[in-house]
């Protein structure tokens, strides 16, 4: 991670628990980490990884949207990865009817991967609940879709999205009479 981009995050740490009138031990709690590792991650002495940074990013109850708006990266020679939809890779997973997924792109980014999906949903689509080791977001791009969690259940319409810890047993019903897509983004951190 640029040291720019660490600095304006820790820098907005910082102002929203500030703003929320919230002390280092009360983020810490709710963040489930340490205090210190609030401090360390407050004074841009330490990169914490994607899943304690979604944690903390909850734990401030502010939408992750609104807390990336604006940070920016100060370099301009930035990578710009393309992909056309005919390159995407087509392919199946668990014991699944009716259920088409287009990997986009799989990029490694120490240490974690993300995984960038189009899945798209037969009106009948059926799995059983599975658990995936990763952090999901999901955008719904077109169809009604109910996703499924033990006993919860949330309907999601095109424009809406939903990030959440995959371990949650899960799955999506298309509640329509024709396909439903949705991009899937999976944030798998690399294990020690």
């Keep these: ?9 820790s820098n907005r740490i910082k102002e929203r628990r500030r703003e929320k009138n919230i002390t280092v031990q009360e983020l810490a709690v709710r963040a489930n980490v340490s205090k210190g590792l609030i401090s360390q991650i407050e004074n841009s002495r330490t990169i914490p990884s994607l899943m304690v940074l979604i944690e903390i990013i909850k734990a401030l109850e502010i939408d992750l949207n609104e807390f990336f708006k604006d940070i920016k990266s100060k370099t301009a020679d930035l990578p710009i990865l393309v992909k056309r939809k005919s390159e995407y890779d087509h392919f199946e997973k668990e014991h699944a009817t009716g259920f088409h997924y287009q990997r986009i792109f ?3 980014i120490n240490p974690s991967t993300i995984d960038i999906v189009i899945l798209e949903l037969e009106p009948n689509a059926s799995r059983p609940l599975v658990e995936t080791d990763a952090f999901e977001y999901k955008y719904i791009l077109s169809g009604e ?4 969690f033990n006993e919860e259940f949330i309907k999601l319409s095109p424009g809406d999205s939903m990030l959440f810890d995959g371990r949650i047993p899960h799955t999506p019903k298309n509640l329509g009479t024709t396909t439903a897509s949705m991009l899937v983004i999976y944030f798998f951190e690399e294990k020690k």
């Design 145 to 148: 879709i109910e996703y499924q």
């Design 1 to 9: 991670m640029e040291e720019d981009i660490l600095i304006q995050i």
């Design 106 to 108: 799989t990029k490694s």
